[in-house]
Nanobody, 120 residues
């Protein structure tokens, strides 16, 4: 059973920084695209950023220039460096990955989420 576990969330003042991590565990042959999503209270889940297996990145307009997504394939870990945080960044942040537990098998896995709260 493959799992993704997020960490690094918390409470921070506006203008501050946080770094989220998402570690994959279990039987993993390969991890393809990975991403961060967030869901604010009463709103739909939205894309924050994605990174391909070749390190191509994509960001939501609302976080461009402030957030940086990266990955460490040797550790099966995804990161999100968040700088210049704003109150509107407050949400539960989820990581997501397309994982191949073995050749020819693919599955999309979600983490359980980590709360990020930005105070004004």
């Amino acid at each position: 059973q493959v799992q993704l576990v997020e960490s690094g969330g918390g409470l921070v003042q506006a203008g501050g920084s946080l770094r989220l991590s998402c570690a994959g565990s279990g039987t993993i042959f390969r991890i393809n695209t990975m991403g961060w999503y967030r869901q604010a209270s009463g709103k739909q889940r939205e894309l924050v950023a994605t990174i391909s297996s070749g390190d191509s990145t994509n960001y939501a307009d609302s976080v461009k220039g402030r957030f940086t997504i990266s990955r460490d394939n040797a550790k099966n870990t995804l990161y999100l460096q968040m700088n210049s945080l704003k109150p509107e960044d407050t949400a539960v942040y989820f990581c997501n990955a397309e994982i191949q537990p073995r050749i020819g098998v693919r599955s999309t896995v979600w983490g359980q989420g980590t709360q990020v709260t930005v105070s004004s």
